[in-house]
């Protein structure tokens, strides 16, 4: 079955600075990539979605990249502000949707 | 647009007992999955509901059942808790089912806090 990775160490980063959140995975290479942000006690929220012949796609401050070679997708917040502190899951969609364990971004003021 | 609710919040319960979390999903979404989120973990998939029957199951024992409703909300329930079942539990709901479409996107619930002792 497919699996999921992300880094579980929290990532703690100064306001005003780039964010970049690692996600990688096994076995098949996911047609679809999906990054959902998880803040304490509630469920996940949609953010971004990139398909397997998409490099990057951006919206405002978020950035994903797609990378087939390294089986991996980067996540990147610029000008990251401390309302950006959530818990960041991505997630394949093939059968059924697997998720990572999340990481967990501490952006300081 | 209302969006994915979920009840009860918080709950406890005791080994062996039985219990039932409710979903309404979101209007316009005709398909509800249900996940368990251990602590520190991502949402694992127990199973899907589409046009009320089960359409997709995550590795997850027979004790873990569902239901859904003409007006596609949908029950969770899990008989002989166990103390492992303790977690959080989401619904989501989407346009379609998974498996149709990788462009499938899920809207979650706040999830129901269920604490086995």
Same mark, same amino acid.
Do not use: M
């Given at each position: ?109 | ?23 309404? $999903? ?6 509800? $999955? ?77 999830? $129901? ?5």
């Amino acid at each position: 079955s497919q699996k999921i990775e992300q880094n579980s160490e929290a990532l703690n980063i100064q306001e005003g600075k780039t964010a970049t959140l690692t996600c990688n995975y096994t076995n098949y290479s996911p047609a679809y990539l999906q990054w959902y942000r998880q803040d304490p006690g509630r469920g996940p929220v949609f953010l971004l979605l990139i398909r397997e012949n998409e490099k990057e796609k951006r919206k405002e401050r978020l950035k994903v990249t797609f990378d087939t070679t390294l089986k991996q997708s980067l996540f990147h917040i610029t000008a990251s502000q401390p309302a950006d502190s959530a818990t960041y899951l991505c997630a394949s969609n093939f059968n059924k949707f697997y998720f990572g364990s999340g990481t967990k971004l501490n952006v300081k003021p | 647009e209302t969006g994915v609710t979920q009840s009860p919040t918080h709950l406890i319960k005791t080994r062996g007992q039985q219990v039932t979390l409710r979903c309404s $999903s979101q209007s316009g979404h005709n398909t509800v $999955s249900w996940y368990q989120q251990a602590l520190g973990q991502g949402p694992q998939f127990i199973f899907q509901y589409y046009r009320e029957e089960e359409n997709g199951r995550g590795n997850f024992p027979p004790r873990f059942s569902g239901l859904q409703f003409p007006n596609y909300s949908s029950e969770l329930n899990v008989n002989a808790l166990e103390l492992d079942d303790s977690a959080l539990y989401l619904c989501a709901s989407s346009q379609v089912p998974q498996g149709t479409s990788g462009a499938n996107v899920l809207t979650f619930g706040a999830g $129901s806090r269920l604490t086995v002792l």
